[in-house]
């Protein structure tokens, strides 16, 4: 019973870290940590690619820059430390990236 219990806990704390929204994307900035490479930092613009305010903006799971669509976010997860994720997947060359919030 104890084992179940654990595994129980585990998978709890697990399921915890959680899928970020589009509007959360928005609200961070987000530093570069590896693969290919969009900027040191970046900042998302969670409305309409006519605010050029933004280099960047999100439509769904898409990111766009300058109006050209350029990413797919493949995951944006919170960690167990509590900061945010995203792994970004390049249309053109395949690469990964990966950038956390700051």
């Known amino acids: 019973m104890k084992k179940f219990f654990y595994l129980f806990l585990f998978s709890a704390t697990l399921y915890s870290c959680g899928r970020i929204s589009n ?5 961070h900035n987000w530093k570069y940590t590896g693969g290919h490479y969009y900027g040191d930092l970046i ?49 053109q060359s395949g690469e990964e990236s990966v950038y956390h919030d700051i």
Do not use: C, M
Request: proline residues 2%; glycine residues 4%; charged residues 35%.
């Open 23 to 27: 509007e959360d994307l928005a609200e």
């Open 43 to 91: 900042w998302f613009n969670k409305k309409n690619a006519a605010d050029t305010t933004y280099k960047f903006w999100l439509s769904d799971d898409t990111l766009f820059n300058d109006g050209t669509p350029v990413a797919l976010i493949i995951e944006a997860k919170e960690k167990l430390d509590g900061r945010w994720r995203i792994s970004l997947q390049d249309f």
